[in-house]
Nanobody
């Protein structure tokens, strides 16, 4: 079992950048497919970015492609989401997730087994 803790959220102006971190404890993140999801005000949780277990495969939602980058540092047992050129519509609570059952890039929340508590990102216009 793995425990996930997100950090790095905050308030930023449109066009700015943030880097979210997802620290893992209990097991190494290299044993999991990882993903980032977000939930905006009054919206359902949506997929943002995914990283396959091997670390070589990534996938992004169309809305963030070219602006966000997911990566993993096995030595630090941490997964990152680098967010550039932020827009007000990127506002929401961002969640890190891990899957022990699948090795590919996962876009469906039900395929993830473990979730962090979330970190708030607010982008002002």
């Amino acid at each position: 079992q793995v425990q996930l803790v997100e950090s790095g959220g905050g308030l930023v102006q449109a066009g700015g950048s943030l880097r979210l971190s997802c620290g893992a404890s209990g097991r190494t993140v290299s044993n999991y497919a990882m993903g980032w999801f977000r939930q905006g005000p009054g919206k359902e949780r949506e997929f943002v970015a995914g990283l396959g277990m091997s670390g070589g495969l990534t996938y992004y939602a169309d809305s963030v492609k070219g602006r966000f980058t997911i990566s993993r540092d096995n030595a630090k047992n941490t997964v990152y989401l680098q967010m550039n050129s932020l827009k007000p519509e990127d506002t929401g609570v961002y969640y890190c997730a891990a899957s022990a059952r699948w090795i590919g890039v996962l876009k469906t929340s039900s395929k993830y087994d473990y979730w962090g508590q979330g970190t708030q990102v607010t982008v002002s216009s």
